[in-house]
């Protein structure tokens, strides 16, 4: 199983950029998709997830009200939508896919998501 992040980009302060992860390869139990980012000098931190049952999201809270996750369960595909870009959110921004039914206590875990992708660089210029 592949994990193909894509979208990223240079943009301004305030602006908006889609990213999009699609899950191909072969089949895998697939209860949940997230990004994660990770900025120059910085450790991978957690963004957000879409959780399929239910369709639940989380997001960390620096991003709560600008970034928006949606996706497809049926196409292995998740989407973060960010709006109202700023300098900080400047990182390489990695999906995930995850077997668990993540709650609150464990959807920041990076061991609980078994597939990855390459990442895709966001750049946020002021």
């Known amino acids: 199983v592949q994990l193909q992040a894509s979208g990223g980009g240079l943009v301004q302060a305030g602006g908006s950029l889609r990213l999009s992860c699609v899950a191909s390869?072969?089949?895998?139990?697939?209860?949940?998709m997230g990004w994660f980012r990770q900025a120059p000098g910085k450790e991978r931190e957690f963004v957000g997830l879409?959780?399929?049952?239910?369709?639940?999201?989380y997001y960390r809270d620096s991003v709560k009200g600008r970034f928006i996750i949606s996706g497809e369960k049926a196409n292995n595909t998740v989407y973060l939508q960010l709006n109202s870009l700023k300098p900080e959110d400047t990182a390489v921004y990695y999906c995930?896919?995850?077997?668990?039914?993540?709650?609150?206590?464990?959807?920041?875990?990076?061991?609980?998501?078994?597939?990855w992708g390459q990442g895709t660089l966001v750049t946020v210029s002021s």
């Open positions: 995930a896919a995850t077997r668990y039914t993540l709650t609150r206590g464990s959807f920041a875990r990076q061991d609980m998501y078994g597939y």
């Open positions: 390869g072969g089949t895998f139990i697939n209860q949940g």
């Open positions: 879409i959780r399929w049952s239910g369709g639940t999201t």
